[in-house]
């Protein structure tokens, strides 16, 4: 089964940390097809791995599906984030046919156009205390290793997966501030540079919204992330946007996590597969 799209957009892939969903995503690379992909940052956790080094197979297998897509005639532009920001130095170079770049615009097929980006400048608190961050980074990390673990848990005994950090979220009330703020600081500057609209990731929350701002519609579109679930957006070939469920997608065409693989992953320091 191959899975056909103008356009993919991935961010916040997180690869290093260990709840980061890299077997659905070297799956779910195996099987597009499409003109051009958009890496909308922090696609390497690179403050994860400077703590503790985690790179298991199905890392390199993200890595390695993506550089086969580039050979094949796949555009690729990998826009750093705040989590992988040591390859911001070096926009304009390319690796293996990826290109990396500051941030990009595209063109939908009706004409309009989007400013891609991952957004991290837009966000304040990252912004005025990297300490702060930081730490929430390292705590985000385990909680999520964590939950894994519990899903790994809750597929034995056939119960659905559930997201922990996605339910502490919704019950926090500053976090919906926080993300209804971001989305408007981002929107704004975009609607300023004469753009139709955002697409970016960083607050792990997918959406895909046209609003009005003052008197102009635009879109806010976030790509979501690979830890707290499996989500892209994509532009399909006829040109309409759409925010998809990747394990959806991938159950569907009859693929399973190998169940093997997933209980071992917390906590284990023997996983090492160093990087080509
Ligand atoms: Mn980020």
Redesign the pocket.
């Given at each position: 089964m191959r899975f056909h799209y103008r356009t993919v957009f991935l961010s916040?892939v997180h690869l290093g940390m260990r709840g980061c969903r890299a077997d659905e995503l070297a799956a779910f690379l195996k099987r597009v097809r499409c003109e051009r992909i958009y890496l909308v940052?922090?696609i390497v956790d690179m403050w994860v791995l400077r703590q503790r080094w985690n790179w298991p197979a199905s890392h390199n297998q993200v890595i390695r599906r993506l550089l086969k897509l580039a050979r094949r005639g796949t555009q690729i532009i990998y826009i750093p984030?705040?989590?992988d920001e040591s390859l911001r130095p070096y926009r304009g170079l390319e690796l293996g046919g990826i290109v990396v770049a500051a941030q990009a615009e595209h063109l939908l097929t009706d004409g309009r156009r989007l400013l891609v980006t991952?957004?991290?400048e837009y966000d304040l608190v990252?912004q005025n205390s990297r300490l702060v961050s930081l730490i929430g980074a390292w705590a985000y990390d385990h909680l999520v290793a964590l939950n894994r673990f519990v899903n790994a848990a809750r597929r034995l005994v056939g119960l659905r997966r559930w997201s922990f950090s996605q339910s502490i979220k919704k019950r926090v009330k500053s976090a919906c501030t926080f993300i209804s703020r971001f989305e408007e600081v981002l929107l704004a500057h975009a609607a300023r540079s004469g753009l139709d609209g955002v697409v970016c990731?960083?607050i792990h929350e997918p959406r895909l919204e046209w609003r009005e701002l003052e008197g102009r519609r635009v879109l806010y579109a976030n790509c979501g992330d690979w830890v707290e679930r499996a989500s892209a957006l994509v532009e399909q070939e006829d040109g309409q946007l759409e925010l998809i469920d990747v394990d959806r997608l991938l159950s569907d065409a009859g693929w399973e996590p190998d169940p093997k693989e997933v209980p071992e992953e917390l906590g284990s320091d023997e996983d090492f597969t160093v990087a080509a």
């Open positions: 916040d940052g922090d984030g705040n989590h991952h957004g991290d990252v990731g960083h």
